[in-house]
């Protein structure tokens, strides 16, 4: 089933819609409600109804998506040497700084090395960030 969403992410991003904008110190993270103002943490995801959700960190995303009744149609997160640049989540490896230096303090950050957005959903799962219902929308 996973590989069918990435497929489907993939294609997706692929056939229009193109890379979602951020307007850092601006927009504000749909998972923690935060202001976006690290561009090397960033991230966007399309909505299964199409919207665009934009995120502060990579966990906040993962967090989001995670909760989703139906997958999103597409995720972006911003590569940590490529600040402000999006790129879907298939091209992406993620890595977590042990000082913990993203804005949510869990250290997780897009690089071309390291683990799959699906190993980091498991992950991000196993480490109970994940929104809790009263707390958060879920669309």
Known sequence: MRLALMLMV?????CGG?????AF?????????MIISDDRYAAAATTAEGRTVRFDSIECLAGWVIAQEESPRAVWVTLADAPGKL???TEARFKKDDDGRSP?????FADYQG???DSLLVQVRREGA???AHEHETT
């Open 104 to 108: 949510m303090g869990q250290g997780w």
């Open 115 to 117: 683990i799959s957005w």
């Open 130 to 132: 994940l929104p809790l």
């Open 87 to 89: 790129v879907p989540v």
């Open 25 to 33: 110190d601006l927009d504000e993270c749909r998972y923690c409600r």
């Open 10 to 14: 993939a294609l997706v991003a692929a």
């Open 18 to 22: 193109g890379t979602p904008d951020i």
